[in-house]
């Protein structure tokens, strides 16, 4: 297999997949495309939720039980700003800290996120490419029934998704665009992968970016969309519940209809025995990953049926 | 004893002095004025080592060893910037940089140093006022014969104080001026005692703000430097070191001749037994602060001196 591959992801879920991918392609073959709608400011730190989850990942210093942060971190920070009065609800690690002062210090030099993000993992050594979805800053804006429009972590992290979501709007997004690595990226794949990521929260923003759509759709390859729903539940985080207060029924099949006019093939779970995937390719896989085994098991078999495909 | 005091102030000596006025005064009847030309930029937050040294003083919070930081940090942040490849040579420590995240984000907000300040220790719950020299950032540049010049913590802190100092300049200045709550507690002082700090590299920065002298001399009132040097040798820090660079004799009585034109009495150490204060008053007491006890004893000394003066 020497085929290159883009996966689109935003965090933990996706970051699983891509580490299963990073096991069994070469550095070379294996670009990321993440989710930066749940960025924002925090302290004046710039946080990139989702590029961290996947950039840990890949270096091997998440924290195992959650699936972001780094492992074995602190939080004196912010055990300190509490001391200052403030209200911590945003888990700021220490070492995670470093991230956000790096990065930061390199965007107020002008540098792209792009390049910043090249950097940061050419630091901790990790040869696949990450890529930003854009280099402008969006944000994703939940406009809930209880709070009105809230900012993305302060619906996800502060309210822990608990409101009921009316609408999703991604604030700036008019002036974002697609970067040249990305646009190149998708140029040479030969594979898009749409990872086990929220569709909604995660992979709606990476779609949203003006120009991505026609990017991932000029040429005729497999682009594939791992479900992130088993049985009308989500794995992990709000997709389910997000779909109801969306309009949608929850499940794997609102998924495939979601992403219908953009991905020619569906990967749902084996678990799910009564669905049934039209207008596309569909094969059911196990798609719940416990293990690292687990990860590049998922992604031999998904890149062994796209290669059936011919 | 109802005067209003107004003690001008480097880092950890001058910090021990203030600890030992915070001790016997009301804490209205105390301000403290605090150098800024050590502050600096590093990885985008504003440290202001001097007015951190003195606030965690004053909140009981520094660490007792050094003088400087705080009580029971860590430095996670300080071990994952290393990971990623940077050469780690200040200090900074995790509840640190907690201060440094909330002062650089109050100034981003477009408050000034003196608001920002007032600010943190209003939240430390720390009663007296702590008013940096001035809100324009100013910096200590340390010309040295080894390396040129240095910014300060470079020379301080990297360095470990050790190239030889050919001259000091203090970079921008001449755009600084006395902020009205500076000029309000001088205009208010019934003393002003000068810390026993560094005189070039902590005191020197604060007479250096144009219109400092003339706002500490204006009025005939007791201005009391207290010296940082017993027997030839500084407490801390490289104050004698730097005596013979610049070309002073190492005694305390450079100090007397180096602050002759405004400060009008000297308090010099018991051990300085054939000292000859000339040209203004002079008392020798036990300057070597060593306990908690000893601050406020040698706080209480030297204001008992300046009322036997009327």
């Known amino acids: 297999m020497a085929l290159n591959v883009v996966c689109l992801v935003g965090g933990v879920g996706g ?18 495309v993440v989710n930066t709608g749940d960025d924002f400011w925090h302290y004046g730190l710039r946080i990139c ?23 074995g971190d602190t939080r004196n920070t ?11 609800w945003f888990g700021l690690g220490d070492q995670d800290i470093a991230t956000h002062l790096l990065r930061t210090e390199g965007l107020s030099q002008g540098k ?13 050594g990790i040869p696949q490419r990450l890529l930003p979805m854009t280099d402008t800053p969006v944000a994703t804006m939940v406009d809930t029934v209880e709070h009105g429009e809230l900012g993305f972590q302060v ?17 700036n997004i008019e002036a974002a665009a697609v970067s040249p690595e990305v646009e190149d990226a998708l140029a040479r794949a030969d594979v898009i992968l749409f990872g086990p990521s929220n569709p909604w929260l995660s992979i709606m923003p990476v779609l949203s970016v003006p120009g991505m759509r026609e990017a991932l759709t000029s040429r005729d390859i497999p682009r594939v969309a791992i479900t992130p729903i ?11 519940k997000l779909m109801a207060e969306l309009g949608y029924k929850q499940s794997a099949k609102s998924v495939v209809q979601y992403y219908q006019h953009i991905v020619n093939g ?32 998922l992604a031999r078999q998904v890149l062994d049926w796209i290669s059936s495909w011919n």
Do not use: C
């Not at 970051?15 to 294996?30: F, N, T």
């Not at 912010?78 to 200052?84: E, I, N, V």
């Not at 088993?230 to 389910?240: D, Y």
């Open 15 to 32: 970051a699983k997949l891509v580490h299963g991918l990073a096991q069994i392609l070469e550095p070379e073959q294996l670009t990321v």
């Open 49 to 71: 939720p989702d590029l961290d989850t996947v950039m840990y990942t890949l270096a091997g210093l998440v924290d195992p039980v959650n699936g972001w942060g780094l492992a």
């Open 78 to 88: 912010l055990q300190a700003l509490s001391r200052y009065g403030e209200d911590t």
């Open 112 to 124: 792209r996120l792009t390049e910043v993000t090249q950097d940061l993992t050419a630091r901790l």
């Open 155 to 171: 619906y996800f992290v502060k309210m822990r998704w608990q409101p009921t979501v009316k609408n999703l709007r991604l604030s």
């Open 230 to 240: 088993i049985q009308g539940e989500a794995v992990k985080g709000p997709a389910s």
């Open 266 to 297: 569906f990967v749902y779970d084996i678990r799910d025995t009564d669905l049934q995937v039209e207008g596309m390719r569909g094969v059911a896989l196990n798609t719940l990953m416990q293990s690292d085994a687990d990860r590049a098991s």
